[in-house]
């Protein structure tokens, strides 16, 4: 069965230095997200990627997050300069073409910790 | 908000019995969907319910629907140890971007 995956499943870096975590979404898929789970705390949205262009953002996606899909097939998030408060765990999903009533396709998540 | 509520936040039983989870929202949705979290590991989907449909099961999860009071259920019937996660809805409306939005969860225990 077709799935998302994410590599590395944890990565630990220094504050300040860039991270870019890896998503390989499936592959006849249209709709792409990453979301973030702050240990203990909701999942919450960071950025939607559609037709190569982000298609919404989230407040907490700032000017220190961008996401990349350069070669078709993976799907990047970076973090530029890393904080502390970005220690967490971050999940990319996507979501078939045009099939409204369908779920969203999570891979196991890439564990960020900021020391 | 599009935000799914559960309800109970935490909810603790002996293998054997049967699981409620309750899920409130707010918007208009095209589809409810439930999902399920391991402790520290990724979000797995269990079940999508359309709105216009009232029930649905799947192996020993049940999930009803009521959009005019706009709330869901998820039933485990017979629980297992194994079923030890915690579980969110997901309420769906493809005009919010298709972006899911998650409340807190419900945080399961089933002890053997």
């Known amino acids: 069965e077709p799935e998302v995956t994410q590599t590395p499943s944890h990565q630990v870096t220094q504050m300040g230095q860039e991270v870019i975590l890896r998503c390989v979404p499936i592959?006849?898929?249209?709709?792409f997200y990453w979301y973030r789970q702050i240990l203990g705390q909701k999942v919450e949205f960071l950025v939607s990627f559609y037709n190569n262009e982000i298609s919404e953002k989230s407040e907490i996606f700032d000017d220190q997050f961008s996401v990349e899909r350069p070669d078709g097939s993976n799907f990047t998030l970076k973090i530029r300069s890393t904080k502390l408060e970005d220690s967490a765990m971050y999940f990319c999903?996507?979501?078939?073409?045009?099939?409204?009533?369908?779920?969203?396709?999570f891979g196991q998540g890439t564990r960020l910790t900021v020391v | 908000s599009q935000q799914g509520e559960e309800d109970p936040q935490a909810l603790s039983i002996q293998e054997g019995e049967n699981a409620t989870m309750n899920c409130s929202y707010k918007?208009?949705?095209?589809?409810l969907q439930w999902y399920r979290q391991n402790s520290g590991r990724g979000l797995v989907h269990l079940i999508l319910?359309?709105?216009n449909e009232r029930e649905k099961h799947s192996g020993r999860l049940r999930v009803t629907l009521d959009t005019s009071k706009k709330s869901s259920s998820l039933l485990i019937t017979a629980s297992r140890a194994a079923d030890t996660a915690s579980y969110f809805c997901?309420?769906?409306?493809?005009?919010?971007?298709?972006?899911?939005?998650w409340g807190l969860g419900t945080s399961l225990a089933v002890n053997p």
């Open positions: 592959s006849n898929h249209l709709y």
């Open positions: 918007t208009s949705i095209n589809n």
């Open positions: 997901a309420p769906y409306n493809a005009g919010n971007n298709r972006k899911l939005i």
């Open positions: 999903a996507s979501i078939p073409r045009v099939k409204m009533n369908t779920e969203a396709f």
């Open positions: 319910i359309r709105s």
